[in-house]
């Protein structure tokens, strides 16, 4: 029990800004063995994202403004973790020519125009999808099963794909093993046959599938593999990903 809490402490510190009580060591290996917990910490986030979203919609009545605020909670919540990798990966595929230099270009902690462009797009699509959702009455729904597939895409691609560095996060987080991510892709199902049922999960899985497969191909060509920037990229673009799926079964009447 001691070391799936240890797990469950060390993947909140990765993915989040929230503290953990215990001091707990990083050592290589020791983030991959923490994957199986990472849909989970992706739920609490979302689960707590909603509050100031649903007090904002109960308060205006305006969804717009809920969506906003949900973002926002979203972002304090990780500190724009994940949406620094998605800036970092426009500025060095975009702005790069040879794959040493797009590494170079994406470990600059300034922002480019490719970044900014990225951003822009991927908060304009995640603000318009949780608006409808708001309208739709399955916010809260949709939050919760994008944040757990959306968490899941990232041991995908440090399965699937070799490092790209020779140190950072990519190769300090280590390989998963095969049951550490069993685990999260079997909580995931559950949890959102649970939450949304059969045609909303097979839904979720297909788009989780053809973001990490988008992404992947993309790190592979530019960068020969992934990257901690990669993980925060692959975690933006499932996201929107699995909202536009559970939108589209929604819409068109087949939940």
């Not at 800036?87 to 902690?109: H, N, P, Q, Y």
């Amino acid at each position: 029990m001691e070391r799936l809490v240890a797990d469950f402490g060390r993947a909140l510190m990765l993915l989040s800004r929230i503290p953990w009580p215990a001091r707990l060591e990083f050592q290589s290996g020791l983030i991959a063995r923490s994957v199986w917990c990472w849909p989970l910490v992706g739920i609490l986030l979302a689960g707590m994202a909603v509050l100031p979203a649903q007090a904002v919609l109960g308060l205006t009545g305006n969804t717009g403004l809920a969506a906003v605020f949900a973002l926002m909670a979203l972002v304090g919540l990780t500190g724009a973790l994940h949406e620094d990798g998605l800036a970092d990966c426009a500025d060095g595929f975009g702005g790069g020519v040879t794959r040493e230099r797009k590494l170079a270009i994406m470990r600059d902690s300034r922002i480019g125009s490719y970044g900014v462009v990225a951003l822009v797009i991927a908060f304009a699509a995640r603000f318009f999808v949780l608006q409808q959702a708001i309208e739709s009455g399955v916010f809260m729904m949709l939050l919760l099963v994008v944040a757990l597939f959306s968490r899941l895409s990232m041991p995908v691609i440090m399965l699937f794909l070799s490092p790209a560095r020779e140190d950072g996060l990519g190769r300090g987080a280590g390989r998963p093993a095969v049951v550490p991510f069993l685990v999260a892709a079997l909580l995931c199902i559950l949890l959102t046959l649970l939450l949304a049922g059969p045609v909303m999960m097979l839904a979720s899985v297909l788009a989780m599938v053809l973001a990490c497969f988008v992404v992947g191909l993309l790190a592979r060509w530019q960068i020969g593999g992934h990257s901690g920037d990669v993980l925060g990229c692959c975690q933006i673009v499932t996201e929107i990903f699995v909202a536009i799926a559970l939108l589209s079964v929604l819409h068109g009447g087949l939940a």
